[in-house]
Nanobody, 114 residues
Framework: VQVVESGGGLVQPGQALRLSCTFSGVTSSHYRVKWFRERRGRRELVAMIESSNWLTKIEAPVKDRFTISRGDVENSVFLQMNNLNFEDTAKYFC?????????WGQGTQVTVSS
């Protein structure tokens, strides 16, 4: 299984980015995808989506600005991040749980700077 994140970059405060997570080799139709971010040495959960019912959950610090959704191709997920601020600067990781196994991507860097 390979998990690949993309879409990170350098943006100014107030701008938006859309991160993509694609995962190949997952054969189960039931999976869970989570986005984490790592900043100041700490990894924190940002958002989650469940494939069984496409239920989503966004963590409180970003609840009004981030959304998670199915991607436009199979086995992909988007993280839409709006109105970015300096505190959103982090490396963003995609995590995929598929039954008995879980997988991490290598991460994509998001930097918010004026």
């Amino acid at each position: 299984v390979q998990v690949v994140e993309s879409g990170g970059g350098l943006v100014q405060p107030g701008q938006a980015l859309r991160l993509s997570c694609t995962f190949s080799g997952v054969t189960s139709s039931h999976y869970r995808v989570k986005w984490f971010r790592e900043r100041r040495g700490r990894r924190e959960l940002v958002a989650m989506i469940e494939s069984s019912n496409w239920l989503t959950k966004i963590e409180a610090p970003v609840k009004d600005r981030f959304t998670i959704s199915r991607g436009d191709v199979e086995n992909s997920v988007f993280l839409q991040m709006n109105n970015l601020n300096f505190e959103d600067t982090a490396k963003y990781f995609c995590y995929v749980w598929a039954g008995t196994n879980d997988y991490w991507g290598q991460g994509t860097q998001v930097t918010v700077s004026s």
